[in-house]
């Protein structure tokens, strides 16, 4: 059996991961693809209790080094119980975000070297990495506006602009870095637009 394909969609707040989340699952099944569809942090029982630890409010004044060790305590079991069973059985996994987020938000927004990223991605993940990576790109307002004023918003939309704009700046040369494993969606487009570009990158999986 060929093992299966992983494919990490990412992006900034309010740039329409959710939504296009379902339309590429639609596109991939539509022909015929056993997709299994997860996300980061979360995924497993475990997992999505960490996220709440991350994303919830409970705990004030976290540590960076702490928001990146339970981002990578979350992924290990993400890897071990969902992710590899399923490409090992051949299904296709589309992931809501993974690693690349690590090095965006734990990176390029709290400060984190790369380097210190490094050592735990090659621990946790040895040789996985996403197959393909697909980022909407949205200029920070844009997302913040699309995304609206949420009654509760989490640990992270609290933060601000410059954030953000750090966080941007990490996925985008990160894209540049890895040209053959990303690709760029320019997701301030009207969305009929984003989804056209989606079915051309679908096309361009499974060809
Ligand atoms: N995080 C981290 O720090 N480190 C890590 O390693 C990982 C994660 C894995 C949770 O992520 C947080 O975890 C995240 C980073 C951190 N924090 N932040 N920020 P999440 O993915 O669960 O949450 P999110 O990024 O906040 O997602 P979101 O705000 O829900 O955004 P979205 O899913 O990209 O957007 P959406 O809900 O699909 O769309 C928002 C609105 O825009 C909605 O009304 C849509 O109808 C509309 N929309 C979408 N596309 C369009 C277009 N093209 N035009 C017009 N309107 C549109």
Redesign the pocket.
Known sequence: MNRGRFITLE???????????DYIQQSLQARGVDIVMT???GGTSIGEDI?EL??GHKHTGMSDDT?LLL?FAA?AEHIHKVIEPALQRGQWVLC????D??Y???GG?RGIAAERIAILENWTQGLLRPDLTIY?DVPVET?RQ???DRSDP?R??K?QNDF?NKVRQTYLHRGEQEPDRFRLVD?????E??QARLDEIVLELLD
């Open positions: 992006g900034s707040e309010g740039a329409g991961k959710s939504t296009n989340m996300r980061e942090p996220r991350l994303l928001e981002m992924r809501d975000r993974f690693t987020a690590t965006a938000y734990q927004g909407l997302g699309r995304a609206g989490d992270f939309e933060e953000f997701a301030s487009m009207a969305l637009q984003v």
